[in-house]
């Protein structure tokens, strides 16, 4: 380990080091995506979606967005489902995700608060 | 940095060590590779998270769910439902003691809700064996803050206004006592922490150098800043040696980091800490012995003054503080002295930890502003008391403390109001007694430490605990005379106003706040030969009562001695010749047929 030898070097540690903690504060006022991952979602692929999220999220550096799963709510047909929901708006499912949409959803939903209408579940 | 989505948390203090969190640990760790779930899910160990009777727990981010009494055989089904499938796992989440309902949050838990957590504000958050959580979380911010924007007065000053007292016992104000530090006369100067924590059922300082050793390190610089000081020593018990071993890795990672040592982060300041091991000898926590006992002295007291202030380690101006009053101090120097002054009441502020034990159902360790009333710890934190028994009395302050009974049960828990009380704040144990607790037995209990742990230096504290002592023993016995409480009375004043030390002076509390406060009960031993609570097997005989019993014969079984006979289907009889007054036919009876009398 090195020795910190300035207050300016304490604070780039600190800022570092937020994300080994990050996790367990705050929970309540960020974003949460909840990947479905029952048998039908792991079976559709929710495993590459979520990792890809998960990658995304890493790659941009965002310390508001919390991945969690859940099991299957009976759509197993648009498996893989994905849910975003941010503080204070209602929840936004998306159908049928993939790496390459997982992707576009942190970048334009997450990030840039454009909801992507074409993959939000249909009414049925 | 590698991003995980989960964060498990395995609760390895000792409590939870002791109920096996080491295998849930390393279960945790093989299911997670198995699973190929490695890069994902993170598993972190942790500090004391309150609820060591429940050990041991695991909390798992970002949910915060809380489970309790997880065995390592859990762990694949916690990882398959929860980990994978997001499911939580609902059989063993904390289960609230009134309502019954399983609650999925630790922040929706009665036993955390008035809680305020400033001492214990990293317990079971960060990883106390990796600096940099420490760090994450604003650790070293106030170190850097005093280097770089406060003079060493101005230090003092900020702990003064901050209104915090010693959390060790005595409630001395910090700020003062630095002040006197600084003032005095000497190049040399040192500052010790005291961590040799005693009272029977107290455990907060261990907890706190077990889930954040940094923040007592943190702090001793501050101090030696302020008070113009170099060298620390921490005098912590070799029987804690969990809190030993986190201490010298954060010891080691500070020095590596340059975090302790010559010319902390740039700006001249030199400070470097050692430890010292207590071997267990409960005066060693007075102050004056402590500083015998770092200098490889025998560790007793001396009259004061000189305090220590003045003439103290090595005869240097030294201050010495409390683990938790330590731990209070970078976030005053972070928040601000108005900040702390904010919470609490008008003469004691901030925030006090408590070890809660007995005959409570939330045993643990628990952080409650000043003021918060002694019903709310024990009925809304604690969860009240187990199997439908009535309260009795809550023992505060260790075996300097005292007993208060149900009458003020609506005090709130200041420095003051307890002394009044006849009890003290002491280090923060908090043992809850039953309708079947005895109180002259519990004052013989806490004499019986003292006299043990007496150092024998001055008369009244080696004599005076210990013809106290006879005569409780005489009276729990069953030949107490009359005039013995008045006498025990007359002692207990003697010994307060005469012995030398704070261990001496306050020995007799136990025993006089009980004759206060149940002095019927001292009566009934003395003069009826009587204990009401039937826990001074003296006093007590077992008997069958024959219209109740059924002559089932679980009664002979269980009994050790083979005390108890009679035929079957007909009422048995024990012989009290044989009859060692264990309880245990009392227990077994499913008639209700066993009397104690």
């Known amino acids: 380990m090195a020795v910190i030898k300035s207050i300016e070097e304490l604070e780039k540690i600190r800022d570092q080091a937020k994300d080994l903690i990050n996790l367990r504060k705050d929970n309540e006022t960020k974003t949460r995506v909840v990947v479905g991952m029952g048998t039908c979602g792991i079976a559709a692929g929710a495993r590459q979606a979520m990792l890809a999220i998960l990658d995304e999220i890493k790659k941009r550096n965002l310390d508001n967005v919390i991945v969690t799963e859940t099991g299957c709510i009976g759509l197993c047909k648009y498996e893989p489902l994905v849910d975003v929901i941010k503080p204070n708006q209602p929840k936004v499912t998306y159908v049928n995700v993939n790496d390459e949409k997982a992707r576009q959803i942190v970048v334009k939903h997450i990030i840039n608060n454009q909801v992507i209408d074409d993959w939000v579940i249909p009414n049925i | ?597």
């Open chain 2, 1 to 597: 940095m590698e991003i995980y989505r989960a964060h498990v948390l395995v609760c390895k203090g000792t409590g939870c060590t002791a109920s096996g969190s080491e295998n849930v640990m390393e279960a945790f760790q093989k299911e997670i590779e198995k699973r190929g779930l490695s890069k994902e899910v993170r598993v972190v160990q942790t500090g004391c998270l309150g609820l060591c009777e429940l050990g041991p727990n695991v909390l798992i981010y970002p949910e915060g769910s809380y489970y309790c009494r997880v065995k390592a055989e859990d762990i694949p089904e916690i990882v398959e439902e929860h980990l994978v499938k997001g499911r939580i796992v609902e059989r063993l989440l904390y289960k609230e003691h009134l309502t019954e309902e399983r609650l999925r949050s630790l922040t929706d838990i009665d036993f955390y809700k008035k809680q305020k957590r400033i001492a214990l504000r990293n317990c079971g958050l960060i990883n106390p064996e990796v600096i940099e959580e420490y760090i994450a979380n604003d650790g070293y911010k106030a170190l850097a803050k005093v280097l770089t924007q406060m003079k060493p007065q101005e230090v003092i000053d900020e702990v003064k206004k901050s209104g915090l007292r010693g959390r060790g016992g005595g409630g001395f104000p910090t700020g003062n006592k630095w002040q006197f530090a600084a003032n005095a006369k000497g190049d040399i100067k040192y500052v010790v922490c005291n961590a040799d924590e005693g009272d029977p059922g107290a455990f907060m300082d261990r907890s706190v150098l077990e889930g954040d050793p940094h923040s007592v390190l943190e702090a001793m610089e501050i101090a030696g800043y302020a008070i113009g000081a170099q060298e620390g020593y921490i005098y912590v018990r070799a029987e804690y040696p969990i809190a030993v071993k986190r201490l010298e890795i954060a010891i080691n990672q500070a020095r590596e980091r340059g975090l302790l040592g010559k010319n902390i982060l740039g700006t001249g300041f030199n400070f470097d800490i050692f430890l010292r091991l207590g071997s267990g000898a409960f005066v060693c926590g007075e102050e004056t012995a402590l500083l015998a006992s770092v200098e490889g002295r025998r560790g007793e007291p001396r009259p004061r003054p000189p305090f220590p202030a003045n003439e103290g380690l090595w005869g240097k101006p030294t201050i010495i503080n409390n683990v938790e009053t330590y731990a209070n101090i970078p976030p005053i120097i972070l928040n601000g002295s108005d900040w702390f002054a904010s919470i609490g009441t008008e003469r004691s502020k901030g925030t006090k930890v408590f070890a809660v034990g007995g005959k409570i159902n939330n045993t643990g360790l628990v952080e409650i502003p000043m003021g918060t009333t002694l019903r709310e710890v024990i009925y809304e934190i604690g969860g009240g008391i187990p199997n439908g028994k009535k309260f009795k009395a809550v023992q505060t302050g260790g075996p300097s403390g005292g007993c208060i009974p149900a009458s003020l049960l609506d005090m709130p828990i200041e420095y003051d109001t307890l002394v009044q009380a006849g009890s003290m704040m002491g280090s923060g144990g908090m043992i809850v007694m039953d309708e079947d607790n005895c109180m002259v037995d519990i004052a013989k209990f806490f004499l019986t430490f003292t006299q043990d742990e007496s150092c024998g230096k001055c008369p009244p504290c080696r004599i005076g605990t210990k013809r106290m002592l006879e005569i409780l023993e005489r009276i729990t016995n069953g030949e107490g005379k009359e005039g013995d409480i008045e006498l025990l009375e007359n002692l207990a004043k003697s010994i307060k106003a005469s012995a030398l030390c704070g261990l001496g002076q306050t020995a007799p509390n136990p025993v006089l706040s009980t004759i206060r406060y149940f002095r019927d009960e001292y009566e009934a031993h003395i003069k009826e030969k009587r204990c009401p609570a039937g826990a001074c097997k003296a006093l007590i005989h077992y008997e069958v009562m024959a219209d109740k019993c059924r002559g089932c014969g679980l009664c002979v079984k269980v009994c050790p001695t083979g005390a108890i006979s009679g035929e079957r289907k007909q009422p048995h009889v024990i012989d009290q010749e044989k009859c060692i007054k264990c309880n245990s036919c009392f227990d077994r009876c499913p008639f209700g047929a066993i009397k104690k009398a």
